[in-house]
Nanobody, 123 residues
């Protein structure tokens, strides 16, 4: 059984930064694509970023391009999301997910999900 646990969320002012972490346990996920998604009460779960198992390729959603960076530490079975220049529109619950399929922006392709961490950006 795989467990993903996100951390690092919180309240930050617009223009600030946060670094989210996702720790995986239960099995090594070093060959799996890891992704970040976010969701608000009014919207579906949106793709934020993904990184391949080897960490040699990344993909970003439109909202994350140029501001967010996804990285991973395969030895620690962990993935990170550095978020800079945060905006109030970035306010959401951020989820970490794992997929065997490959570099993908589609939530349906992910097999395991964390419980999410709340990010709130004040104006």
């Amino acid at each position: 059984q795989v467990q993903l646990v996100e951390s690092g969320g919180g309240l930050v002012q617009a223009g600030g930064s946060l670094r989210l972490s996702c720790a995986a346990s239960g099995r090594p996920l070093s060959t799996w694509t890891m992704g970040w998604f976010r969701q608000t009460a009014a919207k579906e779960r949106d793709f934020v970023a993904a990184i391949t198992g080897l960490g040699d390729a990344t993909e970003y959603g439109d909202s994350a391009q140029g501001r967010f960076t996804v990285t991973r530490d395969r030895a620690k079975n962990a993935v990170y999301l550095q978020m800079n220049s945060l905006k109030p529109d970035d306010t959401a619950v951020y989820y970490c997910a794992a997929s065997e399929v490959g570099n993908t922006a589609y939530a349906a392709s992910y097999d395991y999900w964390g419980q999410g961490t709340q990010v709130t950006v004040s104006s």
